[in-house]
């Protein structure tokens, strides 16, 4: 098969030159982006998402944050690193994201 074939899995197209995470995202996983808060553990980051909503009666924007806990296989994650994380099936009794790719690295 070349670079550029197409092959078929079980009623889903793949290109065989995407990367593994990009064929992976396109599976309806979660992906979330938030910011590395804790990498004490090993091979494990702690990483808190902020989303923001309206109140519902008094329609004032709050925050709400939310840690995950993110499979960081090279232990290469530092605080405050920017980072996008995507779910994925259970590899401990809390964690159940891994990280997917460093989108800014703290200064």
Do not use: C
């Not at 909503?53 to 993110?70: I, L, M, N």
Request: cysteine-free.
């Amino acid at each position: 098969m070349s670079d550029t074939e197409i092959q078929s899995t079980g009623g889903e197209v793949v290109a065989a030159d995407v990367a593994p995470e990009a064929a992976q995202a396109k599976k309806n996983r979660k992906v979330r982006e938030g910011i590395v808060v804790s990498n004490k553990m090993d091979k494990t980051a702690v990483v808190a998402v902020t989303r923001r909503s309206r109140h519902p009666q008094y329609k004032k924007t709050v925050q709400q944050t939310k840690k995950y806990f993110a499979h960081d296989e090279e232990n290469d994650l530092n605080e405050g690193d920017r980072v996008r994380i995507i779910e994925t099936r259970p590899l401990s009794a809390k964690k159940r994201w891994r990280l997917l790719e460093v989108v800014e690295r703290a200064r």
